[in-house]
Structure formats: structure tokens, C-alpha cells
């Protein structure tokens, strides 16, 4: 009731009232620690011309927003944007589902300003607005302009199932071996910024590893009906039914599922994704790619190259729903770039249950 019609046709997106009330959250830690330097140099003024009005606050610790939207008063507000990384985008969206009014809360229109260094989701969301790839400071003005311009899609975001019976909600991705390694691995590198991936690959690359583990998941073809709040997960103790596909091979460099089209600013993991395309795209490769292979497959994916690399170690398939048990007994699995519980692990796709501001 907060929105208005979007008049030029597309039914599924929407514009914020106006004026609006936004509330931005920044975490003046993120990425080279210079987030709120950023607001005030490049953001602010474009607010000020735009005439939104906003409040910001300053997050202090780890957790503070997701406490403060899950307590908050959110008709006081018609958005809620996060000027960081994606882990405090991540932290808001657990926030507003751990409301009790969760399904009215996550409707809150949600907006994203990279501050961080890897600021996938910003990347995206440029990238979804067909401009052309841009880094830094540029893609925090594309970004910004967006916000100015107040338009509002849906958002998908997966249910993530974890073997102690927390569920978690991910707007990205949940990786498993070396993408996930490299990600935390490569966090004391944060002050050099985006290139911080890369200086991880290299060092990963020097002492690649075999993960064992059983992948299985629910292909798109196979996936029934859904309607809102239906589950298609089994119990995680529960074997997969039969609609499921389950991986022969056991032995993986690196398991990646991604529900965006970039896993970093100069990642563009996956061409074709939309932010509410319904659909987990997973990537896993095999053991026995070369060290030279991974590396190329890395580099190609700055343009998006990697699937046209031929390279039979990898693999892609669009899926609903899947399942991850870790056999090797040590290891790191993230969600959104976080690490979580090592461990079984199952997700499933939500199609557009969060609002995302976007071009
Ligand atoms: N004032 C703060 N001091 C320390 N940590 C904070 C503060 N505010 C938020 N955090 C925490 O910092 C973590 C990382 O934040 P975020 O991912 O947004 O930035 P980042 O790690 O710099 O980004 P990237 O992963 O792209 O480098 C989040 O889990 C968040 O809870």
C-alpha cells in the first residue's frame, strides 16, 4: 500500500513513494574503511539534489543492524539501504525475517551501495540496469543514481537449512571449497580492495585442495508448483526423493550456488541470472582440473567466458533446490560471503519475496 503504480508497463516493478523516507545503514569498517567518506563525497550531494530525505546510522558491531531492523518501526520507513559489503545486506534481510511480521517486514523495498570490497550484489543490480560494467567509485554512482530514481523489483532469496535446524536467508550464494576459502582467506587482503579475490586464487591455486562431500539437487524441470511458503526439502536426515539428481562424482574442487549474475565486481559468475529469475544457478567442478585450468576459468569469468572455456571439469545446471554433505571433516562453507556451520546443508529458492531497488 506504500507503493505507487510503476506507469510505464512492467507489472512487476514499482516505484517508491514519494517523498521517501530512507534509512541508511553503513558500516563505516567496510571494505578499505572508507565507507562513510564515500557516502559523504558522492551520495549525500546526489540525495540532497534528488530531494530524498534519509537518516543515517552508523552501524558499531557486528549484528547491530540486524537488531535494529528486527525491532524496528518500519512504517517509519520506505526503504532500507545498505551502504557496505553484502555482509550487512545480509545481516538486514535476517533481521526482517526473524520479525514476527516477517512477510510484510521483507516487502520493505532494499537498496544497496558498495562500500565493501567484493559488493556483488551492487554489481548485479548495475549490471541487470544493461549499463555497461563499471568498478569503484562509478558503480557507487550508478548505484546511487538508482536509488535516486526509486524504482522497485522483486528479489529472490533462499532458504538455507543447516544441520543444527537454523535456517538462514541468502540473497547470493553458498559456496563450499575454493570458492569459499578463497572469499574468507582472501578478508585480510580487504584494504587493497577488489583485487583482494585474485591475490586469493593465486595463493589457493599454490595449495589446491580435493573436497569430498555428496551434492544432489532438485532440477528445474522436475521442480512441482510452488506456491508461497511451500517447502521442497526434505528433511535433512531424510534421503532426496526421486525427482532429485545426485552427483556420481564425490571428489570437488569447489561447489558454488548463486541466485545473482555477480560474485564480485569483477566476477560475472553467472550470464543471464536476474535478480528474480526464480533459479539457483549451481556450479560445481570436479577434482582433477589443473591448477593452470582453475586459473583460466577465474580469469575468463571477468567477462563471463568461463562456460565457453570447454572445460570438462565444470559444470552449470539451473536448479530449485539442493542438498550439500561435506564428507572431508574440515572445511568452510559460506553464505553470502559469511562463514556458517560446517556441516550438511540444504537450500531452496524463494522466487521474488524480497523487493530489491534496481534500475
Ligand atoms: N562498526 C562495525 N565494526 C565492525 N564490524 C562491523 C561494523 N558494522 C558492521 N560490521 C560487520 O562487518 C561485517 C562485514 O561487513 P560487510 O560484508 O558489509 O563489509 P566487508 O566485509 O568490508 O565487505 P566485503 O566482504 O565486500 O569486503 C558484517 O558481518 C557486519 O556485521
Not at 134 to 155: I, T
Request: net charge negative.
Amino acid at each position: 500500500k506504500q507503493q505507487e503504480d510503476f506507469p510505464h508497463g512492467d507489472d512487476k516493478m514499482s516505484r517508491v513513494r514519494r517523498p521517501c523516507r530512507i534509512m541508511i545503514l553503513v558500516n563505516p569498517q567496510s571494505g578499505r574503511g572508507q565507507a562513510l567518506q564515500l557516502f559523504t563525497g558522492h551520495i549525500q550531494g546526489m540525495l540532497t539534489e534528488a530531494s530524498v530525505p534519509y537518516t543515517l546510522v552508523i552501524t558499531e558491531h557486528q549484528n547491530h543492524a540486524r537488531e535494529l531492523v528486527r525491532k524496528a518501526d518500519l512504517s517509519q520507513w520506505d526503504a532500507l539501504v545498505i551502504l557496505s559489503g553484502d555482509g550487512l545486506l545480509f545481516e538486514v534481510i535476517n533481521g526482517l525475517m526473524d520479525r514476527e511480521d516477517w512477510q510484510e517486514a521483507i516487502q520493505i523495498p532494499l537498496g544497496i551501495l558498495p562500500g565493501g570490497s567484493g559488493n556483488a550484489l551492487a554489481a548485479s543490480v548495475h549490471h541487470y540496469s544493461q549499463s555497461p560494467p563499471a568498478w569503484n567509485e562509478e558503480l557507487l554512482l550508478s548505484c546511487g543514481f538508482m536509488l535516486c530514481k526509486g524504482l522497485v523489483g522483486p528479489l529472490d532469496l533462499v532458504s538455507v537449512h543447516l544441520a543444527s535446524k537454523q535456517r538462514l536467508f541468502s540473497f547470493l550464494s553458498l559456496a563450499w571449497g575454493f570458492v569459499a576459502d578463497v572469499d574468507i582467506e582472501s578478508e585480510k587482503y580487504r584494504h587493497v580492495g577488489a583485487i583482494r579475490f585474485l591475490m586469493g586464487t593465486l595463493v589457493r591455486l599454490a595449495s589446491l585442495r580435493v573436497y569430498q562431500g555428496r551434492l544432489a539437487y532438485l532440477p528445474v524441470k522436475e521442480a512441482p508448483k510452488l506456491s508461497k511458503g511451500n517447502s521442497l526439502l526434505p528433511d535433512l536426515e531424510q534421503p532426496v526423493p526421486d525427482t532429485w539428481t545426485v552427483v556420481k562424482e564425490e571428489d570437488f574442487v569447489l561447489v558454488l550456488a548463486i541466485y545473482q549474475s555477480h560474485l564480485a565486481e569483477d566476477l560475472w559468475t553467472v550470464p543471464g541470472a536476474m535478480a528474480d529469475d526464480g533459479l539457483i544457478h549451481l556450479f560445481y567442478v570436479t577434482a582433477g582440473i589443473s591448477r593452470p585450468a582453475l586459473l583460466r576459468l577465474f580469469l575468463a569469468m571477468e567477462k563471463g567466458g568461463h562456460l565457453a572455456c570447454g572445460c570438462p571439469h565444470l559444470v552449470y545446471e539451473k536448479v530449485k533446490a539442493l542438498r550439500l554433505e561435506p564428507i572431508t571433516p574440515q572445511g568452510m562453507i559460506t553464505v553470502d560471503g559469511e562463514v556458517v556451520e560446517y556441516g550438511p546443508v540444504q537450500a531452496q529458492i524463494h522466487p521474488g519475496i524480497a523487493r530489491l531497488m534496481r534500475g
